[in-house]
């Protein structure tokens, strides 16, 4: 199968160059995110794309150890129980499905070129060696997607590598099951499609979970920077609210001084997603007060009877309905 980085843009988006940018084929009915702490899902009706069933269920510490070129899964059998309960719930029991694996494991890169051969073989050819001066080692079997990006002047390249090794990880758990995880991707690009982005031209989008977060940057309707930063000391029992906000307001905080300076756009909005179940609404109130523009909650506002930190776990399957 194929690696694919797998992300709409919603109708209206950031001009229409950025929805011709991630336009794919419709997502399976059935779209799951792995994480080191719970195991989420959906399922979508096919015809009118309504979510028939959702379902978030924990999980033990240590099953998934995010990781791009070590492994990954710590005992699939526990996980592939886990993820039998999730299909249980839903009603389903076979077929394709979306998977959003941990953003640890991928390595996604905002890519810069005068020019890109026409051919895909040159271009695949290009991409992984600019890849390579910004990673220290790039694998042989790292499997690499990617979309081009058109740009004033430039031609952007947004690509993701993953190792076959940790990604055929997750897809075994699924074939175990009798699944095939024919779309594998990122969460946080996946939020891009919750964003009303008529209005959002200079905007950092923040994914938030418990081990780690996510941030893109978009500049003049462009997007312009990924980065994704591991909280080591997450694992610490003793780590308050205050000290994981103070960590995401530093990141955050250097983030956009970084993208000001390089871009010479000035960030005008934080759009922020935090899958933390304690102290969710804490996060943004803190960050109210020290981030100097507007802050908004990405949440799934179509599953709008639930409690917040569901609806902001949600989030990213949601992105993935077109």
């Not at 995110?33 to 959702?54: C, E």
């Not at 699924?174 to 690009?189: H, I, R």
């Not at 923040?206 to 694992?235: P, Q």
Request: hydrophobic share 45%; aromatic share 6%.
């Amino acid at each position: 199968m194929v690696y694919r980085v797998r992300f709409y843009l919603s109708r209206p988006p950031i001009v229409d160059k950025i929805l011709r940018y991630f336009s794919t084929p419709p997502c399976p009915p059935v779209v799951f995110q792995l994480t080191p702490s719970y195991v989420s899902a959906i399922h979508v009706a096919p015809k009118d794309r309504k979510i028939k069933g959702h379902v978030i269920l924990p999980l033990p510490p240590g099953l998934i150890e995010p990781h791009f070129d070590r492994q990954n899964l710590a005992d699939p059998p526990a996980l592939a129980e886990v993820i039998k309960a999730a299909l249980a719930s839903l009603h389903v029991s076979g077929g394709t499905v979306a998977c959003l694996v941990p953003e640890a494991c991928l390595k996604i890169l905002v890519l810069g070129f005068d020019s890109l051969p026409f051919s895909e073989k040159e271009k695949d050819k290009v991409i992984r060696w600019r890849a390579k001066k910004q990673m220290p080692v790039l694998p042989e079997d790292a499997r690499l997607s990617y979309q081009v990006l058109s740009s004033v002047g430039t031609v952007k390249v947004l690509a993701s590598l993953g190792r076959s090794a940790v990604l055929q990880e997750y897809e075994g758990v699924f074939s175990k099951l009798g699944l095939e995880a024919g779309v594998l991707s990122a969460p946080t690009l996946s939020l891009l499609n919750l964003i009303n982005w008529e209005n959002e031209k200079d905007a950092i989008v923040a994914n938030i979970e418990d081990d780690s977060m996510s941030l893109v940057a978009v500049t003049r309707s462009e997007i312009s920077l990924y980065r994704n930063k591991i909280f080591a000391v997450e694992r610490r029992p003793d780590l308050s609210i205050g000290q994981k906000v103070e960590l995401i307001v530093k990141e955050i905080e250097n983030t956009v001084f970084f993208v000001e300076d390089r871009e010479k756009s000035v960030i005008r909005s934080l759009w922020l997603r935090a899958a933390i179940r304690d102290g969710q609404e804490e996060i943004l109130t803190r960050l109210g007060r020290k981030i100097p523009f507007s802050i908004h909650a990405i949440g799934a506002s179509s599953l709008s009877e639930l409690p917040l930190a569901d609806r902001a776990i949600l989030a990213p399957l949601i992105g993935q309905i077109p």
